[in-house]
């Protein structure tokens, strides 16, 4: 059973700092990952989805990375602004056929001014 | 881009009745809906699979009487709490899949039972 973890659980940087959030997945079998940013109170906004046959995907200023042999994926933010205060969660597929998420407990950033 | 609209976002019941969520796909159809559901400070964790024309599949520890959930059309999944309870009170998210197989999300729903 695929198991994300993401750590830290908060973190709190100054403004227009470039940070770096991480995602550990136990099943190196993980077909897409994707990350999504949840204000509070709010839904999910899909960020970045990283496919199986990718490694990375860019945004403006995100970008993730997708590493299967270590089980691992990044979120990096480039010069961080107040607004990316948000908790960002990585979630990921397993198998082609499957449309299920399994998702970390997120990471609360906030980006002080 | 594909967008998922979910309604209501906040709903305040009293204990016993029921309330019915709806998520619906506005641009695209999406055979397969997903619930989900999360505690303040925890993952989200998915409660059951929407198939359109047949029964939902639960995880297990969801009971199905109680969240009962119906995906009459490609557009859209209905998820009723039935009698609820104030342990029911919770935030609901509901999902699609899209084309490009990524996922895409509804804005919640903050259910208060009292």
């Known amino acids: 059973k695929q198991e994300v973890t993401q750590i830290p659980a908060a973190l709190s940087v100054p403004e227009g700092e470039n940070l770096v959030l991480n995602c550990s997945f136990t099943?190196?079998?993980?077909?897409?990952l994707q990350w999504f940013r949840q204000d509070p109170g709010k839904g999910l906004t899909s960020l970045l989805l990283?496919?199986?046959?990718?490694r990375e995907q860019t945004s403006g200023r995100l970008n993730a990375s997708l590493d299967k042999s270590s089980g691992r994926s990044t979120l990096y933010i480039a010069a961080s602004q107040p607004g990316d205060s948000a908790t960002y969660l990585c979630?990921?597929?397993?198998?082609?056929?499957?449309?299920?998420?399994?998702f970390g407990k997120g990471t609360k950033l906030s980006v002080i001014p | 881009g594909a967008v998922v609209s979910q309604h209501p976002s906040r709903v305040i019941c009293k204990s016993g009745t029921s309330v019915k969520i709806e998520c619906r796909s506005l641009?695209?159809?999406?055979?397969?809906m997903f619930w989900y559901r999360q505690f303040p400070k925890k993952s989200l964790m998915l409660m059951a699979t929407?198939?359109?024309?047949?029964?939902?599949?639960?995880e297990q520890g969801v009971e199905k009487d109680k969240f009962l959930i119906n995906h009459a059309s490609l557009t859209l999944s209905t998820l009723t709490v039935t009698s609820a309870h104030p342990e029911d009170s919770s935030f609901y998210i509901c999902?699609?899949?899209?084309?490009?197989?990524?996922?895409?999300f509804g804005s919640g729903t903050r259910l208060t039972v009292v």
């Open positions: 990283i496919q199986s046959s990718q």
């Open positions: 099943d190196s079998a993980i077909y897409n």
């Open positions: 929407s198939n359109e024309g047949s029964k939902a599949t639960y």
């Open positions: 979630a990921g597929s397993s198998g082609a056929g499957s449309y299920q998420l399994t």
């Open positions: 641009d695209f159809q999406a055979t397969t």
């Open positions: 999902s699609a899949s899209g084309h490009n197989y990524g996922y895409t």
